[in-house]
């Protein structure tokens, strides 16, 4: 059936409606020497080192510069890392990969060039598809839907809920700068109900990526609208995650973390990066 805005909708018993566009695209992956790896440190909550760890599959750069690319995402590319934070998660031509809160879309659209003709991209859309929440002013999907389309995209399924995505298919799960929104900003999105469905849709030894601005403070900062990083590791192995590694490929040591998530250098505040792995047993 379609819905209001003519997308095929997937119906499953006891699962939440999902968006898909199944055409598959061919991007090649040309493979080229990247940076080097990103210096890891110790986590807050004890992390656990990857002993003898692989160096990551560099991605070609090149795709920063592909044409179905806007200059507003191309002006973000320098501050975001994408691709180097692909490259750090393990991200590789054909995984099947979550982008999980994927706002408009840049994550979801590089994702795709990266994955390629083999590859999937589940963009799970959550709070961004709730249509009422703050008057509409967060609702997403169709600006990610015109994106994807006027872009040519065409392995990318959107999916409106953590929910909908199949048990065991994600090899990297990632969440960019909004995992901070679940019950802090949006009451009705729980934080364990949110991690265990990430440890659920992940394969064994799967990845889940997490973004966000740094703080000092404890806890949820509500004024700077920024997330201590222990309160992630404490969800994420509490839940039977491993936490894997951390980097200071984000980091910016002039930030004092009193300025705002929401501020003019969004793309340049001090930003820890964490990687999660569900045990392979």
């Given at each position: 059936m379609?819905?209001?805005?003519?997308?095929?909708?997937?119906?499953?018993?006891?699962?939440?409606?999902?968006?898909?566009?199944?055409?598959?695209?061919?991007?090649?992956?040309?493979?080229?020497?990247?940076?080097?790896?990103?210096?890891?440190e110790g986590g807050e909550a004890g992390q656990v080192a990857e002993a003898g760890a692989a160096p990551p599959i560099p991605i070609?750069?090149?795709?920063?510069?592909?044409?179905?690319?806007?200059?507003?995402?191309?002006?973000?590319?320098?501050?975001?890392?994408?691709?180097e934070i692909y490259e750090w998660l393990g991200i590789q031509p054909g995984m099947t990969v979550a982008d999980v809160y994927p706002a408009g879309g840049y994550n979801s659209h590089l994702l795709s060039l990266v994955v390629?003709?083999?590859?999937?991209?589940?963009?799970?859309?959550?709070?961004?598809a709730e249509k009422d929440l703050f008057e509409g002013r967060v609702y997403r999907v169709p600006q990610?839907?015109?994106?994807?389309?006027?872009?040519?995209?065409?392995?990318?399924?959107?999916?409106?809920?953590?929910?909908?995505?199949?048990?065991?298919?994600?090899?990297v799960a990632i969440?960019?700068?909004?995992?901070?929104?679940?019950?802090?900003?949006?009451e009705g999105y729980s934080r364990a109900d949110t991690v265990a469905n990430f440890f659920r849709m992940v394969k064994p030894g799967g990845v889940v990526g997490i973004v966000e601005a740094a703080t000092d403070?404890?806890?949820?900062?509500?004024?700077?609208?920024?997330?201590?990083?222990?309160?992630?590791i404490e969800d994420f192995t509490s839940a039977g995650f491993e936490l894997v590694d951390s980097s200071d490929l984000l980091r910016n040591p002039a930030d004092d973390h009193?300025?705002?998530?929401?501020?003019?250098?969004?793309?340049?505040?001090?930003?820890y990066l964490l990687k999660f792995r569900r045990p392979a047993g």
């Open positions: 379609r819905n209001s805005h003519g997308l095929v909708l997937r119906q499953e018993p006891a699962l939440k409606t999902v968006v898909a566009l199944l055409v598959v695209a061919s991007f090649a992956i040309a493979g080229c020497a990247g940076d080097s790896a990103p210096t890891s070609d750069r090149s795709i920063y510069d592909h044409p179905s690319r806007s200059q507003e995402d191309r002006d973000q590319d320098a501050g975001r890392m994408a691709l390629g003709d083999s590859g999937k991209v589940h963009s799970v859309f959550e709070f961004y990610v839907q015109e994106r994807i389309e006027q872009a040519g995209i065409t392995n990318v399924e959107l999916t409106l809920a953590l929910d909908d995505v199949p048990s065991e298919t994600i090899d969440a960019v700068r909004n995992y901070h929104d679940v019950e802090w900003v949006f403070r404890e806890g949820w900062d509500q004024e700077t609208h920024r997330l201590n990083e222990a309160v992630v009193s300025a705002s998530g929401f501020d003019e250098g969004r793309h340049t505040v001090d930003r």
